[in-house]
């Protein structure tokens, strides 16, 4: 390892610190994932790689929660799967409650998949359609070897009244319920085993518009009477704003600002937050009148081929020369505010 290396672990590693104070429950150090990119048929030479996620750090409190933002393709997924230890990282270190999972064998993990459990993008897919709910609610407590004090049946039962379902549709199947309905499914299947962290993985993308705001609602409650922790990952900002106490912003396997909500809406320092915060719809006329729309130009370029130094320099409206040859290091320009920009917005001079 060299000297430049040990630099930038240990600054990222002060970047986790920085973020919380108090004791966190998930801490993310210089996180990488690196998918290789081979040529020929018999003899795979790997001739690239796609940096899917390219030295990602942060933190996530206990009982707080922390979203991941980003457009498709900026590695925001693939951080979260890295977390529940469905993809080995290519390097970097994951810690979950003192404990390094990061290398940890999957007889290892075995235990601590009780305390992360993760909320999938798609209820269509995720649910098998051969069982009824009440196989798939209760395949963690068999899986896991749980004895339930009257039974997995009353148990599922419980689970299911818990997220707003009829507890007499345990012997239904998947097909028989609405898209929401499913979700609600998958979200008693992840409560089951009383999980400390939940990864939720675009958890109302594939909802209607109505049906968002109850799922998203019942996230909250479920947070309050549970005390849980969520990583919330979504493309859509409206729906960050009304879940998440802090948010990160990604671009393109980076991370280019970290700030609590109220912070990173109401002044967002980085040009790429504040393009995508001048596309989130307003409703109202009134508000929407005089704000400035922000349209990028070109393409996300290809993680294969990433620019150098500062990624966004080939769409941003305030990239220079330096921006081009120098990375801009993560750099807190206000109490909990990082952004990683030669050239922020919203600072006081």
């Known amino acids: 390892?060299?000297?430049?290396?040990?630099?930038?672990?240990?600054?990222?590693e002060a970047t986790v610190a920085a973020q919380a104070p108090g004791e966190p429950l998930l801490e993310v150090t210089d996180l990488k994932k690196h998918f290789p990119v081979t040529s020929g048929i018999i003899f795979k030479r790997q001739v690239g790689a796609v940096k899917a996620v390219d030295g990602v750090s942060f933190s996530v409190r206990k009982g707080e929660t922390l979203g991941l933002v980003g457009e498709s393709g900026c590695g925001k997924t693939?951080?979260?799967?890295?977390?529940?230890?469905?993809?080995?990282?290519?390097?970097?270190?994951?810690?979950?409650?003192?404990?390094d999972i990061t290398t940890m064998?999957?007889?290892?993990?075995?235990?601590?998949?009780?305390d992360i459990q993760m909320i999938f993008q798609?209820?269509?897919?995720?649910?098998?359609?051969?069982?009824?709910?009440?196989?798939?609610?209760?395949?963690?407590?068999?899986?896991?070897n749980i004895q339930t004090d009257n039974?997995?049946?009353?148990?599922?039962?419980?689970?299911?009244?818990?997220?707003?379902?009829?507890?007499?549709?345990?012997?239904?199947?998947?097909?028989?319920?609405?898209?929401?309905?499913r979700q609600r499914i998958g979200i008693a299947r992840t409560l089951a085993l009383k999980p400390k962290l939940i990864v939720a993985d675009?958890?109302?993308?594939?909802?209607?518009?109505?049906i968002q705001a109850q799922v998203i609602n019942l996230l909250e409650d479920l947070q309050d009477e549970l005390g849980l922790t969520y990583l919330v990952i979504a493309h859509d900002l409206s729906v960050v704003r009304h879940t998440a106490d802090r948010v990160a912003v990604m671009y393109l396997g980076k991370m280019v600002?970290?700030?609590d909500r109220?912070?990173?809406?109401?002044?967002p320092m980085h040009p790429y937050t504040h393009a995508l915060l001048s596309a989130v719809p307003i409703p109202d006329p009134a508000k929407r009148k005089g704000r400035e729309r922000i349209r990028l130009q070109g393409d996300v370029p290809s993680p294969l081929n990433p620019p150098p130094a500062c990624r966004f320099h080939t769409r941003c409206w305030k990239a220079q020369e330096i921006c081009k040859t120098v990375e801009p290091p993560m750099a807190e320009l206000k109490p909990g505010h990082q952004v990683a920009c030669h050239f922020p917005e919203n600072v006081s001079a």
């Open 122 to 144: 798609d209820p269509y897919s995720s649910l098998n359609p051969r069982k009824t709910v009440g196989a798939i609610v209760g395949a963690p407590f068999r899986l896991q």
């Open 202 to 210: 675009e958890p109302v993308s594939a909802l209607d518009v109505s």
């Open 105 to 114: 064998s999957q007889g290892a993990l075995r235990p601590l998949r009780r």
């Open 151 to 181: 039974g997995v049946k009353r148990a599922v039962q419980d689970l299911l009244e818990l997220v707003g379902l009829n507890p007499e549709h345990y012997n239904r199947y998947p097909h028989e319920f609405s898209g929401g309905q």
């Open 262 to 267: 109220t912070s990173l809406y109401e002044s």
């Open 78 to 99: 693939t951080t979260g799967r890295m977390i529940m230890r469905l993809l080995k990282p290519t390097s970097g270190k994951i810690v979950f409650e003192g404990h």
């Open 257 to 259: 600002e970290l700030a």
């Open 1 to 12: 390892m060299n000297g430049e290396e040990v630099t930038t672990s240990q600054s990222a």
